[in-house]
């Protein structure tokens, strides 16, 4: 099968080649006998007139498989009004004419093979994944075979990193990275007896699996016949040029015939015809639309071809995966909860020792989670690990363990609370044992993109009717991030066959991008009427099924490219509508006897020229592409100091917490740690923010009162910090229990503010640098 398709790619290839070298040779032809014409036309017109003659043969020739290859499918387009005007200058003798038109059609098929390069269906990277030799357990050992090799009930052994080769059942335990074909983020532990299947990626340590399944029988290879066939049913989009040469020929040849007709003129006909050439729509269009892929392109978004960019502007419903979409793609640490006496720096400070060197998912949440709030981190002797269970070692003499809670340990009270949070919160819990006593709780989820809201805004503002999120997760993950997010629709656990079947489905009504970066994305992908992949850490199979590639790991990307995809689009209809004003005006002139063939020529060249310059402003920056060279050092700046505070913010609630249990001396410690914090990190922070950053920003923005509700929340962050001291103040013998109710007020007001101040300050400011 691979040398099947490999073959296919390499025909493909040859035929992109052809496509791009026949035009470039057709202009290079047409243009030299052409300007060779005009210099000996002085000398001998008959010379000049062959060379004309020779440049309109040359572009009729394949003028005439164009229009065949169209009418064949039963369509009519631009190219049988060119080749009208071919034929009929060399007939009534207009060969300096016939060659004009034909330099324009050869220069829009040259723009044309460049800007609608057709990619899509290259999937070599979605079966070059697929693993070509497995490990095969017999009774003399294990050796390596081809995949096609095993057979159904074959034990094959799967390492560390590896791909599941085949479906099968597990024979031992073990933990898989299943996100490339469900979408869920978070490893899943497979017990013994539990089925798995090919295209996920063995996250613990080798584990033997009986195949079930031969790999041409088996997930992925599906998911691969999917994408194939998806991408081989979606129909080549229309040209413009051909979609309104659908009006425009038969206008053309009734002012051509009538003219005709009154006059008793073939020459007016072809003059006529000549000016009708419908060289707006070859060129203007093909330049918008290469423009408009040069602007995405130095927006960070690849358009493979210019059918793509064309369809894009005219979408009007946009489908997403969830993970690594429109979330980062990986678990991080959202809260630590620790159990009375215990602090979070402790309990992250002994997981990161012991996760340090491990490279499952959650162990990187652990380890950056440390580095963010700039614990030192040692590495635990002895560390051992056991899959779908955790890993184990040894911190300054105690036996530490990073993962599941040991399942015969009492439920204490501050326990219950974490897994009730963890619920709450739609998070996984990572344990933190002490000799086997839990004594911290490391809160883990996939969080939403900073940009992923703004981007939701900017799309609907761009007319975008139906923002559907499509997803092989849980259906409360995505009810979650769809709620935060307002989008239209969820459709939730979704395999590969079920996006491809939800894609057709929107197909239907309206014209629909897909959005994704998994390996269980690439056939809806291809499905789609426009497939954009995130490339920066997305499957390079989704990379090759899509049309469009982000490349660099910002979703705001995809907003960029609707909104100079719809300008591109925009400009292409009217240059194109300009261009054939101005040519109706100048077939009347040619139908009344004004305009003779040569000279329609030249008028149509003008109007060439003016479409063309029109079309070009598809390269210039609108709006959402003005600089940000002056402001990014400082966002860059407070965006980091912004990671620095998890330390502060977390003692908030932690404060806020202990006073649950009344005036105790644990409590005003760590309400006093809390003030400390705030006053040393936080408020120095916000004073910066209010007397730097916001000042540039307002002037970015133009408008000196686009930040006066994140100022006023400085102030009201301010006020409750010295709220907080005065209370601090008062306690000189300790906190009293009537101050108990007024500090845990006035702590989670703090807490609720600087989490909604930053999440703005992330979503709406931080994302603006490029």
Known sequence: ???????????????????????????????VLTAIGLALRPVSREIADGLWLAATALA?????????????????????????????????????????????VATGRVLEAYAARRAGADLSELLRRAPAQVHRRTADGVETVRADAVAVGDTVVVLPGEVVPVDGMLATPGVFDESALTGESAPVVRRVGTPVRSGVVNAGAAVDIRATAVAEASTYAGITALARQAAAEVAPVARLADRVAVWFLPLALGVAGAAWAFSGSAVRAVAVIVTATPCPLLLAVPVAITAGMSRTARAGVVVKNGAALETLGRASTLVMDKTGTVTVGRPEVIDIRTAPGVSTEDVLRQAAA????????????VTTAAALREIPIVVADNVSEIPGEGATGTVAGKRIRVGKRPADTPLAPWVEAAARQARLDLASI????????????????????????????????????RLVLLTGDRVENAADAASALQLTEVIAEADPADKIAAIRAERQAAVTVMVGDGVNDAPALAAADVGIALGARGSTAAVQAADAVIVDDRIDRLADAVDIAQRSHRLAVQSAAAGMAMSLAAMIAAATGYLAPSVGALVQEAIDIAVILNALRALRTGAHGRATTAIDPLVARFEREHDRMHTARESVRQAADALADGPTSRAEDAVRRAATLLTEQVLPHEHAEEHELYPALSGYLRDPEALVTMSREHTEIERLIARLHRHLDSATSGLRADQIDDLRATLYGLDAILTLHFAQEDEALFTLAR
């Open 1 to 31: 099968m691979t040398s099947e398709i490999a073959a296919a790619l390499s025909a493909f290839r040859d035929t992109l080649r052809r496509r791009i070298s026949g035009p470039v040779a057709l202009v290079t032809l047409t243009g």
């Open 60 to 104: 009729l020739l394949p003028a005439v498989l164009w229009v065949w290859h169209d009418l064949r499918k039963g369509r009519y387009g631009a190219d049988l009004l060119a080749l009208l005007a071919l034929a009929g200058s060399a007939a009534v003798g207009e060969y300096f004419a016939g060659a004009l038109i034909a330099l324009m």
């Open 354 to 365: 012991v996760e340090h060197l491990s490279p499952h998912v959650l162990a990187h949440a």
């Open 430 to 465: 990572v344990w933190v044992c002490v000799d086997e006593i839990p004594v911290g709780a490391l809160l883990v989820r996939d969080r939403l993109r900073n940009d992923a809201a703004r981007t939701m805004r900017r799309l609907r503002a761009a007319g975008l009717r």
